[in-house]
C-alpha cells in the first residue's frame, strides 16, 4: 500500500519560516520524481516544486527564491524548506510522487498569518 504522509505545516507569522517533510512507502521511491503542490481556499491545486529521481528542481515562479525542495532517498523522504513566507502562501500543501502512477499524500496545512 503506497503511503505520502506530509508533517511540518501549522501557523507562522509573515517572514518566518516552515520546513514540511512528505515521508513516502510502498514505492521504489529513488526512482519517482517527487512534487509539492498546495491548494487555498476557493482556488485550483498549483504546482509548487518538483525533484526528479535525478535531483534536478523546478519551481513554480512566485516560489522561486523563497522555497527549496530537497529529497532524501535513503529516508525515502521529500522537504519543502519555506521560507520569507507571506499571507498568500497560505494553503494545503500536498506530498505528491510520480511515475508509471500519481500517488497523493493528505495534506498538511500552512497558514501565514499574524
Known amino acids: 500500500q503506497v503511503q505520502l504522509v506530509e508533517s511540518g505545516g501549522g501557523l507562522v507569522q509573515p517572514g518566518g519560516s516552515l520546513r514540511l517533510s512528505c515521508a513516502a512507502s510502498?514505492?521504489?521511491?529513488?526512482?519517482?520524481?517527487m512534487g509539492w503542490y498546495r491548494q487555498a481556499p476557493g482556488k485550483q491545486r498549483e504546482l509548487v516544486a518538483t525533484?526528479?529521481?535525478?535531483?534536478?528542481?523546478n519551481y513554480a515562479a512566485s516560489m522561486k527564491g523563497r522555497f527549496t525542495i530537497s529529497r532524501d532517498n535513503a529516508k525515502s523522504t521529500v522537504y519543502l524548506q519555506m521560507n520569507s513566507l507571506k499571507p498568500e502562501d497560505t494553503a494545503v500543501y500536498y506530498c505528491?510522487?510520480?511515475?508509471?502512477?500519481?500517488?497523493w499524500g493528505q495534506g498538511t496545512q500552512v497558514t501565514v498569518s499574524s
Open positions: 510502498g514505492i521504489p521511491f529513488s526512482i519517482y520524481a
Open positions: 525533484i526528479s529521481s535525478n535531483g534536478i528542481t
Open positions: 505528491n510522487a510520480d511515475r508509471w502512477t500519481t500517488y
